[in-house]
């Protein structure tokens, strides 16, 4: 039955994911056990009122204590039970959001650029809220249930025949529910993908609003061949596949009415019953009404949740796949140390591209306190070899070697830590996270001084007062933060692109000096060729090879290259 898989699927996505949280289990049982109290208080309920109306006036004084015990215990355990899912709920919503979050995190850079940020950005900000959305309507759903299911046992009491009428009924009715169910999920899960592409839409909508805006012949073929398809197609399944569950819920609703003009006219006529026993029945299908009511329109909402749980459990598993494992961090070595690639090699494949760029083989080493230039033309991998000397791509051949030992799964995000590095997309937080913010105060404003930003941004407790700031603002930002980490191997990306000369001076003949200074090893990716006086080395890349190294003489001027002298010993 695909309701019932699909409330199993969703009740067992909250156990998997609140295993681990503290107290989950025991609120999971009093939830279950409210709920069942509810509704067997809600057919005690029916029962007593069927008494009361059949019985005299002093019996109906009897139970009246009874009756107000009732009153009081049905809104009492379904709050209970209400309340106790909502908790659960909205930790396991979060718990869901975390972990999903902390798996991007702890997924390979190339992977997560394959699935598409769009992808994991639809995914949490569409797929978790259906899934919440589901697990607040189950604490109705499951006492509905019970309430049905006292009932039936009631209708047995009665009389085997109207509980064998009913059964019948509600088989044919569960039996006809599944076609229109399952075309309802084809529906929405073609809809989900459509949401995947729209999402990709606004995030195009969103970052190159520039361009859209300046250039109407490419913001309308955006929209009529790229955003508006997706956004119908969205559209037209979402509407289909949710008028196919309404049409299926309105089907379970007349089919109530069916089951209760059987009993009313059915039933008198194959054998004799007494009027008040029949009023006794037809109290107790109407009764039932109300929570197959609920039941119904809860379905719905549980094969929307049960699409959203598998693409969760999908992007869950690609995320998986080949995640890096988490170790506890090794103390940091007090120097900066070589590092070497020794034919070490990364291909790039575009989606949808059956070409490959490949950077590499490589064989490179930098010694403690270089000052390297790379430059080379757009295309030539100078983005990708950035990543991969940072340990944010793999090495598909060779190795990367830090302190002479080869870099693996094991030890790569350790490397990575020796790095601060800001890339040419950068991305500025508005706090000055893992840095020791209260001590470094005074320091964050020396930075903002020397890069004029003092009168643009303040730092107070490690907090930025804005971020908003233009693009080459941002980029200073960027520096400040790095300069402030203080680690061993600095990588900057074109971060002069943005600046003006004033800024470009400050960058060449002030922060990287003084970085060289403090021993640090310093890698910048530059076109500006007036600034590789500044450099120790200056590499050239073409298609993904190094095709020039010149080492640089004291002064600026260049060591022939048959002159090269031998690097330092390490």
Not at 66 to 71: E, M, V, Y
Not at 267 to 275: E, H, I, K, R, S
Not at 512 to 517: F, G, N, Q
Not at 542 to 564: F, K, M, Q, T, W
Request: charged share 20%; glycine share 8%.
């Amino acid at each position: 039955m695909s309701w019932i898989a699909d409330l199993n699927r969703l009740f067992s996505f909250l156990l998997r994911w609140t295993a681990s949280l503290r107290g989950v289990r025991l609120m999971l049982g009093v939830f279950l056990a409210a709920s069942i109290v509810s509704g067997l208080a809600n057919v005690a309920f029916l029962v007593l009122i069927n008494r009361i109306l059949v019985a005299r006036g002093a019996q109906a004084a009897a139970v009246l204590w009874t009756f107000i015990a009732l009153c009081v215990l049905l809104p009492l355990s379904r709050f209970v039970s209400g309340l106790l899912l909502l908790r659960i709920a909205a930790r396991a919503i979060f718990d869901l959001r975390t972990r999903l979050a902390r798996r991007i995190l702890a997924t390979p850079l190339r992977r997560v650029e394959t699935l598409g940020v769009h992808r994991l950005v639809a995914s949490l900000t569409d797929d978790v809220p259906a899934i919440s959305n589901a697990l607040i309507t189950v604490p109705n759903f499951v006492m509905q249930l019970f309430i049905v299911a006292g009932c039936l046992v009631y209708l047995g009491m009665l009389s085997w025949t109207v509980l064998l009428v009913v059964l019948g009924c509600m088989a044919i009715g569960i039996a006809s529910y599944q076609l229109p169910v399952r075309a309802a999920t084809s529906y929405l899960e073609h809809g989900r993908e459509a949401w995947d592409q729209l999402a990709k839409g606004v995030q195009a909508v969103t970052l190159g609003i520039k361009e859209l805006k300046l250039h109407r012949g490419r913001r309308d073929a955006f929209f009529t061949q790229s955003y508006e398809p997706a956004a119908v197609l969205m559209e037209e399944n979402s509407v289909r596949g949710r008028g196919l569950l309404l049409a299926a819920t309105s089907w379970g609703h007349a089919l109530s009415f069916v089951v209760l003009g059987l009993v009313l006219f059915g039933l008198p006529a194959l054998q004799g019953f007494d009027a008040r026993v029949l009023t006794g029945y037809t109290l107790v299908i109407l009764y039932m009404t109300a929570p197959l009511a609920g039941i119904m329109e809860s379905l719905p909402i549980l094969t929307t949740a049960n699409v959203a749980v598998q693409k969760v459990e999908s992007l869950g598993l690609a995320l998986q796949e080949d995640a890096e494992p988490v170790r506890e961090l090794p103390a940091p070595r007090p120097a900066p140390a070589v590092i070497e690639l020794a034919g070490a090699s990364h291909t790039y494949r575009m989606e949808g591209d059956e070409r490959a760029f490949q950077l590499g083989p490589m064989d490179l080493t930098i010694q403690p306190g270089d000052l390297v230039f790379v430059t080379g033309g757009n295309g030539s991998g100078k983005t990708t070899f950035a990543k991969l000397i940072c340990g944010l791509y793999r090495p598909e051949t060779g190795d990367i070697r830090l302190h002479g030992e080869a870099v693996t799964d094991d030890s790569r995000e350790a490397y990575r830590q020796q790095f601060s590095v800001v890339f040419s997309d950068c991305f500025v937080f508005d706090a000055l996270f893992g840095i020791d913010a209260a001590r470094l105060d005074g320091q964050a404003e020396h930075y903002l001084r020397q890069l004029q930003l003092d009168q643009v941004v303040s730092i107070r407790q490690g907090v930025l007062s804005t971020v908003e700031v233009s693009q080459g603002q941002r980029k200073r930002l960027a520096l400040l933060t790095a300069c402030l980490e203080d680690r061993p191997i600095y990588l900057f990306d074109e971060w002069a692109a943005d600046q003006d000369p004033t800024f470009k001076e400050i960058f060449y003949r002030q922060i990287l000096p003084e970085l060289k200074a403090k021993d640090k090893t310093v890698i910048v990716i530059s076109h500006d060729d007036r600034y590789y006086g500044v450099a120790d080395r200056v590499l050239k890349l073409e298609n993904g090879r190094i095709v020039a190294d010149e080492r640089r003489a004291a002064g600026g001027g260049r060591v022939p290259a048959g002159e090269l002298s031998p690097p330092p010993a390490a």
